[in-house]
Structures are given as C-alpha cells and as structure tokens.
C-alpha cells in the first residue's frame, strides 16, 4: 500500500501544479511535432522508407493530440506522452536501420529521463512498459527493426535490464520533484491565499474610500466647504475652525508638529516646496491612516491659500505590510530547509533575549546591548520586521534617553510572538536537536573500539557529539559577512579554521549571539573598499579569519581582518572629548568597550557602543577575556579567551589535538 502511494500521485492538484504542467504538457507536445521533419531525415540518411517515416511519425501524434484537447486532467496526458515517447522510439530506431542503429537506442533512456520533469511516476512506469512490450514484439516478429545484428536473447534482457534500472531512479527523481517543489507550493499556497484574501478585502475597502479635501488660510483656519470623507475620519470640527485643533483630538503628535511647521509656509523666508517638506504628513485617526499632500494656491511668492489632500492609505499600508510578511516568510522557508536545526536555536536564544527587554527596570546599557544583539541575529535570519522594530527602539533610546519605553516593550514581544505563530505550523514545538557528526567522529570510535579502547573513553567520545560544533557557528557567521560585504560593495573572502571543536549549544548561545558583532565590525570598518585596497597595495578582496583553537591552557576565539586597522589616534581623541582615560593602549582598548565612546572610531558608530560591550560582557559570563590587537594598514584581531580550568570538564576533539578537555 505504502509503495502504491508513492508510485500514484494524490488526486488533488494545486494551481500550481496545474499551471506548471500545462506549461509542460504544450513544450511537449511541440517538442513530438519536430519529430517528423526529423525522422523523415533520418529514414534518408539510412535510406530506409521515407513515405513511412512521413505517415507513421504523424499517425503516432494523434493519440497525445486528442489527449491535449480532451482530457482535463494534465497528469493523464504526462501518463500518454510516456507511451507516445516510447513508440517514437520504436519508430527512430526503424528508420535509422544501419550502422548507427544501435546508438539510436539512446532515444529511449533519454526521454525515460526527460519524463521526470512531469513529477508523475505513472508517465516513467507507462513509459518502461511500453518499451518493454515493444522490444519483445518487435524481436520476435521483426528482429531487424529493433538490432542491426541477430541479437540473442540475452541482448535484450540486458537492454530491459538497462531499461529497468534507470526507470526506478527515474521513478525516484519524479518523485522527489513532486514532493519538495510542488508538494512545498501547496503550504505556501495557503499562506498565500490567505494574504490575497486580506490585500483584496482592504482592496476593496480603499475602493470605496473617498479623499479629503480642505482649504486653509493662513492662520489655519478651514474653510466652509470640506470633504465629508473628514467627518467620518476627524468627527466635527472644532468651534476654533483650526485645522490643528482638528487634528489634536485624533493625533496629538501630529498636531504639535503641524504647529511648529506651519508659520514657515506664509513666512516668506523659505520657498513654499521646502516648508512642505516640513509640516507632517501622516496622521493616525482612529484605525485610519492617513496621508496628506499640500498644494499652494495662488501665483505669489507667498500663498493665497493652501489645499490639504488627505487620502486613506490604511488599505496600502496593509497591502505592504502582507507582502513584507510574505517575503519574510519565504525567506525563512529558505533558511529552515539549509538549517533548521540552528533556526530553531536562534528561536530560543530570542525569546532569552526578549526576556530579558521586558524585565522590568533593567539597567539602559543591558537593554541597548540585547536589542542590537537581537536586530543583528534577526537580520542574519532575514526576519526584517523584527530587525527593524529593534533599530527603531535603538534609535528612539539614542533620541529620549531613559529606559525603554513599556509601548515598545509590548511592541517587541507583539512583532516577535505574530513571527513565531506564523511558523508553529512550520517548525512544530517539539525539541529539535540534533546530533550533527561527520565521518571522522565515525572512524573515531571505530578505532577506538578496533583497538579494545576502555568502554569509558568510547562514551566519552560518543557524549562528545550532542555538542555543536563551531563550524556551524562561523558559517553563519560568514554568510553574515558575505551579505555586508556585498551591502557596502566590497570583496571579501571568509576562511574558517575552527579545529573541530565543539560546544555547547545552549551554554554559549548568549556569545554567539553577540559574536555578530564582530564580524559586523570587521566588514564594515575593518574592511576597505577595492579601490582604497588597490592603493595601499593589497588584493581587492580582503581577507576575514574566523578561527578557534586551544592555545596553552585556553580556549580561543578570534576574528582577524586585513584591512586598515584601528585609528588610534582618532580612538584618543573620542576619549578626550568623553574625559576618558587614553596614555596607555590598554586604556584605548577600554575606551573601544565603552558603552558611549564607538562614535566617530573606525569601530561602527551605528551601533553606539552596544556592540563590542554586549561581545565582552558575554566574553566574561563564560570566565572569557577579550583583547584587541591592531595595526595600521595590517588588519585587526578581536580574541576571545576562556581559561579551560574555568570550566566544566568535558571530551572534546580536535583536528590538532587528538583528545583533550575543554568547556562545554
């Protein structure tokens, strides 16, 4: 039963499979038409009969024509084209008798292979027995139509034999089409009708929406004739008669900003297009978003009046938000099928640091340093609405200095809780780690137990596996760094030395999420431009390591760059106008870790301090040190170490040390 299902496809047909096999079945179709100019040629190169090869070739067509035009199910016509395939076949080789006739056989596995493309078993499965059938047949009744020579039996079994073998992976190909394009398409498919439904139905709201239309002069008084569409949006107007009294019961912030902007239009000091750009241009009224445009009239320098267009944009904001929701959620589609094992870890390691937001009262620099910790990670991912909700909440605490606000806690974990409900179906909530080994850890213990190793020392190697390896850390890391490189239009080639080793993947999430960070900073101010490169007389692409080792009696993490190397000169500098420390390096260094000091450093002022603080608070959580090491047009290295006898003993190999103990 459970073989009958893989070889028969389920009865339902999405759209998409539909659109895509009448795509096919028509390329098909054209594609047996060719054949008979085609077989005409070959029946003269053989000098077999050309009226034949002229009558049958179109005789064949006309059974998959009918089934073109008749049927309307377009995996029966899959199902049809295997049998037609494999009778142009039996033709090719008729009239190709003659030395070459045996290479026509080719025909056949060619186009048993092409069939995959339909994703239907049915077609290769019709196809082999059609061959089958006609070989035997045609050997018994007609031998020279099939072999230039008096084959033997077991020429022809051979040949089925052949035949069999590349149907079943041909079969096995199909198959898989099927179940990972077409069969993904259909949970997409719902998804997707889903947003359609909703882009329609605010589609059909901002169809019947109205826009706003008033006039004010210039002390902001309306006039008398307004849009009605006003009244729904605003309610009455106020006894002032003031557009920004209007707006002040539905929008406050607009309102101030409207005060502060609206003295520049009738000043006469500021061209009238400037002072636009000045006054606001959305309100909120209720659940309306509004937009509005405003329009000088009169000829003058200064304006007689001014028109106020305000349309609803709620239906186009929804429509936009659905399609980023959509792109988002492609885009994790994309990255649960390379690593679903390490998304779901990511997953984790936010809802830690969202915990940790939402506490109350927590110290301003933790806050600063999870939030870029969180826009950074989320941005590896491709989750945009996450990442940036969180540079809007970093740039809010940069401009109103204080703790975050609650509304922008309760935001977060809203955009963060709507991300995760749109993937439960996806990712499930049972515990998905996984043991990841290569073939070496295999032949490992293999060894080991050839050799009669303790029972002891093989567990210990084998418990060993339930760590995560570093590898998959820096690879992501390195994709990181990849899409910032090409962000800032720069060539870069990443290379990793990790050493084999391993770590826990729940202790040490804290640091990798933090370790972005640096790799951050080495792309986009480590790293120099092709152009700057070239001068200093470097290759174009820069070099970024990332490496882990065990040196001495530490565990090491590094990232080192080629590039420019910090500007020390400017670091000291930056520490003057803080009144920070700056005569010796190790006080340069400090400042560079400084929650308030990266600004105007060759460190990224982006991210204000918060990141190469988050990576050494993480450092120190796990016992770790960081130290940095830079020179002037030689590169930068960032080090982590971790002093093993701090931490808890555990087996772990490495490609230069065969067995030692580490952290994990």
């Known amino acids: 039963m459970k073989l009958w299902r893989y070889l028969f496809l389920p009865r339902e047909i999405s759209a998409f499979e539909r659109s895509y096999l009448r795509r096919m079945n028509r390329i098909a179709l054209i594609f047996f038409y060719m054949h008979v100019p085609a077989f005409v040629g070959v029946a003269a190169l053989a000098r077999t009969s050309m009226l034949q090869a002229a009558i049958l070739t179109p005789l064949v067509l006309i059974g998959p024509t009918v089934v073109y035009f008749w049927l309307k199910n377009p995996r029966a016509l899959a199902v049809a084209y295997g049998f037609t395939a494999m009778v142009m076949g039996g033709l090719l080789v008729h009239f190709g008798q003659g030395p070459m006739q045996i290479e026509m056989h080719f025909y056949f596995f060619v186009l048993i292979a092409l069939l995959a493309v339909f994703g239907n078993p049915a077609a290769i499965m019709t196809a082999a027995v059609t061959v089958a059938l006609h070989h035997l047949a045609v050997w018994l009744l007609l031998p020279a139509s099939v072999f230039n020579y008096e084959a033997s039996v077991w020429a022809v079994v051979v040949h089925a034999v052949f035949v069999v073998l590349e149907s079943i992976a041909a079969i096995f190909v199909a198959r898989s089409f099927f179940d990972n394009v077409i069969g993904l398409e259909k949970i997409v498919a719902v998804r997707t009708a889903e947003l359609d439904q909703r882009t329609r139905d605010m589609a059909l709201v901002l169809d019947n929406v109205d826009q706003g239309l008033l006039t004010l002069s210039a002390d902001g008084v309306m006039s008398a004739g307004r849009s009605a569409m006003l009244l729904s949006w605003f309610g009455e107007p106020p006894a002032s008669g003031k557009f920004v009294d209007y707006a002040a019961a539905v929008d406050p912030k607009f309102a101030a900003r409207f005060a502060i902007g609206w003295p520049e239009v009738f000043g006469g000091t500021t ?32 304006p007689e009046a001014i028109l106020v267009v305000v349309s609803d944009i709620t239906g186009e904001l929804e429509r936009e938000r659905a399609e980023a929701e959509r792109r988002e959620l492609m885009a994790t589609f994309e990255r649960v099928n390379i690593d679903r094992a390490g998304f779901v870890r990511f997953c984790r390691e936010t809802d830690e640091l969202i915990r940790r937001l939402v506490v109350d009262d927590p110290a301003r620099g933790d806050i600063q340093r999870h939030l870029h910790t969180l826009k950074a990670n989320a941005a590896i991912f491709g989750i945009d609405s996450v990442a940036s909700l969180c540079h809007a909440l970093e740039t809010q605490m940069t401009e109103h200095p204080g703790p975050l606000p609650a509304d922008g806690r309760r935001l977060l974990v809203e955009t963060w809780r709507a991300f995760a409900s749109r993937l439960e179906s996806l990712l499930g909530t049972q515990d998905l780690r996984r043991l990841e080994i290569n073939d070496d850890d295999v032949q490992r213990v293999l060894a080991a137990l050839r050799g009669n190793k303790p029972t002891a020392d093989v567990l210990h190697t084998v418990s060993w596996w339930r760590l995560e390896p570093v590898s998959r850390r820096f690879e992501r890391a390195a994709e990181q760094a990849n899409r910032l490189a090409r962000r800032t239009s720069k060539t870069i080639k990443v290379e990793i030395d990790d050493k084999g080793i391993r770590l826990d993947p729940q202790r040490w999430a804290p640091f990798w999420s933090a370790f972005v960070h640096a790799v951050q900073n080495a792309i986009d101010h480590g790293v120099e431009e092709p152009a700057e490169r070239r001068r200093a007389g470097k290759p174009e692409a820069a070099t970024v390591m990332l490496r882990a080792m065990v040196d001495g009696g530490s565990l090491a993490i590094e990232v080192r760059d080629d590039g420019r190397g910090i500007d020390w000169e400017r670091v000291r500098t930056r520490a003057r106008s803080l009144g920070m420390r700056n005569e010796t390096q190790d006080e340069l260094v400090e400042v560079l870790f400084a929650e308030s000091a990266a600004k105007n450093t060759s460190i990224d002022p982006s991210i204000r301090g918060a990141g190469l603080s988050a ?48 952290t994990a």
């Not at 241009?281 to 000088?296: F, N, P, R, S």
């Open 615 to 662: 990576l050494r608070a993480a450092a120190r959580t796990e016992g770790g040190s960081v130290t940095i090491v830079s020179r002037p047009q030689r590169g930068t290295c960032l080090r982590f170490e971790f002093p093993l006898e701090q931490l808890a003993e555990r087996d772990y190999l490495s490609d230069n040390q065969p067995r030692q103990r580490m």
């Open 271 to 302: 061209p009238v297009e400037l002072a636009f750009d000045q006054l606001p241009k959305h309100i909120v009224a209720g659940h309306h978003h509004l937009q509005l445009v405003y329009h000088a009239i009169g000829d003058g320098h200064v």
